[in-house]
T-cell receptor, first 113, second 112 residues
Framework: ETGVTQTPRHLVMGMTNKKSLKCEQHLGHNAMYWYKQSAKKPLELMFVYNFKEQTENNSVPSRFSPECPNSSHLFLHLHTLQPEDSALYLC????????????FGPGTRLTVT | SQQGEEDPQALSIQEGENATMNCSYKTSINNLQWYRQNSGRGLVHLILIRSNEREKHSGRLRVTLDTSKKSSSLLITASRAADTASYFCAAGGGAAGNKLTFGGGTRVLVKP
């Protein structure tokens, strides 16, 4: 275990559904990240939070809405997704900035039907 | 364009053999990191080498960094079936900013 948990581990949703992914880190880190991993594509950074403040949004469509209520919790709210949004969504955390060692959760496998 | 690119994309070896994979990046960095990912799971940090270091060891792992060529290599010695995974390099800091930029990964299969 890396100290980063994600729920749910698997999610199937229709294009009109609204769902949320949850990430929690037990490491005392101050930075948290959402990544998207699609087949045959490099890991894509979506959002970065430092001390609960969003510091990066990599041109992510508004149907993905992040929320960081505190330094230990990170959510990704999903609504009206497209089939191409099907992917493994990974949460990570680090102490210090994003260029430091990152600890990843096991991911949520999302399928949009 | 992505910062880190691995070569080869896939590698198949026998247990006990060494596995070598390479990573190239495009801009200045503060560090270069290697991660492992078992199928459908999260990434696990393996090793970090700073831009002022040339070689680093951790157990059966050996990493080199050549900043003049903007390249790094990861060597896994005496491979085991449990080393079967995808390996990713990630360029940290420098011109890429305060984040990691990952390459596409090398899929390693170690046959028993």
């Amino acid at each position: 275990e890396t100290g980063v948990t994600q729920t749910p581990r698997h999610l199937v949703m229709g294009m009109t559904n609204k769902k949320s992914l949850k990430c929690e880190q037990h490491l005392g880190h101050n930075a948290m990240y959402w990544y998207k991993q699609s087949a045959k594509k490099p890991l894509e950074l979506m959002f970065v939070y430092n001390f609960k403040e969003q510091t990066e949004n990599n041109s992510v469509p508004s149907r993905f809405s992040p929320e960081c209520p505190n330094s230990s919790h990170l959510f990704l709210h999903l609504h009206t997704l497209q089939p191409e949004d099907s992917a493994l969504y990974l949460c990570a955390s680090s102490q210090g900035g994003g260029a430091y060692e990152q600890y990843f959760g096991p991911g949520t496998r999302l399928t949009v039907t | 364009s992505q910062q880190g690119e691995e070569d080869p994309q896939a590698l198949s070896i026998q247990e006990g053999e060494n596995a070598t994979m390479n990573c190239s990046y495009k801009t200045s960095i503060n560090n270069l990191q290697w991660y492992r990912q078992n199928s459908g799971r999260g990434l696990v940090h393996l090793i970090l080498i700073r831009s002022n270091e040339r070689e680093k060891h951790s157990g059966r792992l050996r990493v080199t960094l050549d900043t003049s060529k903007k390249s790094s290599s990861l060597l896994i010695t005496a491979s085991r079936a449990a080393d079967t995974a995808s390996y990713f390099c990630a360029a940290g800091g420098g011109a890429a900013g305060n984040k990691l930029t990952f390459g596409g990964g090398t899929r390693v299969l170690v046959k028993p």
